[in-house]
């Protein structure tokens, strides 16, 4: 495992953006992966001077992340992403679009997710349909 991989609780990580920002780190982005039907891992990647340091917050899918955009401000874009693409829920958003960043009625579940409870029209199908 890399040395700059911090393993964070999600109860500990406001705390921990807190640190690293007084630390004088900035924050480069928030990338999100599926572990399985049931867990996701959100990682937080910091940049000072040209080194990176990175926070992995393993969570059960359905637990309530807590937003660090009142930390980083810019966080809250790539959040609202994540909520969309990935059907998490984020707390305290600085500016939550409620799942519609992408699409003005939102998406039913998240398209970048292997594992819903919505199960999508096969393409083919699909296909079919628009060429009627």
């Known amino acids: 495992m890399?040395?700059?991989?911090?393993?964070?609780?999600?109860?500990?990580?406001?705390?921990?953006?807190?640190?690293?920002?007084?630390?004088?780190?900035?924050?480069?982005?928030v990338s999100c992966v599926e572990?399985?039907?049931?867990?996701?891992?959100?990682l937080y990647h910091f940049d000072q001077e040209f080194q990176l340091k990175h926070f992995?917050?393993?969570?059960?899918r359905e637990m309530v992340i807590p937003s660090i955009?009142?930390?980083?401000?810019?966080?809250f874009l790539v959040e609202n992403?994540?909520?969309?693409?990935?059907?998490?829920?984020?707390?305290?958003?600085?500016?939550?679009?409620?799942?519609?960043l992408f699409l003005e009625n939102g998406i039913k579940s998240g398209p970048l997710c292997r594992y819903t409870l919505d199960s999508p029209q096969p393409p083919e199908t699909a296909a079919a349909e628009s060429t009627d």
């Open 56 to 60: 992995r917050v393993s969570a059960p």
């Open 35 to 42: 572990l399985d039907a049931s867990t996701i891992d959100i």
């Open 81 to 100: 992403e994540i909520q969309d693409l990935f059907n998490i829920t984020f707390s305290n958003l600085s500016i939550d679009f409620k799942r519609t």
């Open 2 to 29: 890399l040395e700059n991989v911090i393993s964070v609780a999600p109860e500990a990580l406001l705390d921990e953006a807190a640190k690293i920002k007084f630390q004088g780190y900035k924050l480069v982005t």
């Open 69 to 75: 955009s009142h930390i980083f401000p810019a966080s």
